[in-house]
């Protein structure tokens, strides 16, 4: 069974940083391209950034571009995603998702992080 | 950037009801559009993808089609378990969602 769990979200000041984890089970990691997602309290979807099986290939939305870095541990099939600088408008769930086939759109889903970011 | 405009943002129907979302692309994406399911507190699930291809093990009641840069989500035959919010994501540069559709008991 395929399994994404996402760890590190909290309560966080803005300009501070924060560090997200996402474990995977149940499939072969590295035959995968991954990414973020996130929803704001009351908003829609956002992508928010994907790296591809071998970390080759690493995109971001505009808005977090420069400012959050994704990464990924193969041997530990793990998914990372490094937030600095941030700001009140990145609170939001934030969810780990299986891309298909490298094609930008996604299987399967974790439950999803909590991130605030509050004064 | 590709923006997705949902409509309507909001829907009300019963049990038993065909309902009709649509989602237009501000340029032309192909066929790399896709629908999700999300109902509050769980994980998004994907329904459609490539525009009209049912995802396994998604109930046939579900189908997608695209005309032009005009894409449709029809759910025929309303039950209980489709009340929820429906997102469609085009995927052809990068990845946009549109902002929603909220489905509500009548």
């Known amino acids: 069974e395929v399994q994404l769990v996402e760890s590190g979200g909290g309560l966080v000041q803005p300009g501070t940083s924060l560090r997200l984890s996402c474990a995977a089970s149940?499939?072969?990691?590295?035959?995968?391209?991954m990414h973020w997602v996130r929803q704001a309290p009351g908003r829609g979807l956002e992508w928010v950034s994907g790296i591809n099986w071998n970390s080759g290939d690493i995109t971001y939305a505009a808005s977090v571009k420069g400012r959050f870095t994704i990464s990924r541990d193969n041997a530990r099939n793990s998914l990372f995603l490094q937030m600095n600088s941030l700001k009140l408008e990145d609170t939001a769930f934030y969810y780990c998702v299986r891309d298909i086939g490298a094609s930008y759109y996604f299987d399967f889903w974790g439950p999803g992080t909590l991130v605030t970011v509050s004064s | 950037d590709i923006q997705l405009t949902q409509s309507p943002a909001s829907l009300s129907a019963s049990v038993g009801d065909r309902v009709t979302i649509t989602c237009r692309a501000s340029q032309n994406v192909y066929n790399y559009l896709h629908w999700y399911q999300h109902k509050p507190g769980k994980a998004p699930k994907l329904l459609i993808y490539?525009?009209?291809s049912l995802r396994s093990g998604v109930p046939s009641r579900f189908t997608g089609s695209r005309s032009g840069m005009d894409f449709t989500l029809t759910i025929s035959g309303l039950q209980p378990e489709d009340f929820a919010n429906y997102y469609c994501q085009q995927s052809y540069s990068l990845s946009t969602f549109g902002q929603g559709t909220r489905l509500e008991i009548k």
């Open positions: 490539a525009a009209s």
């Open positions: 149940g499939f072969t990691f590295d035959d995968y391209a």
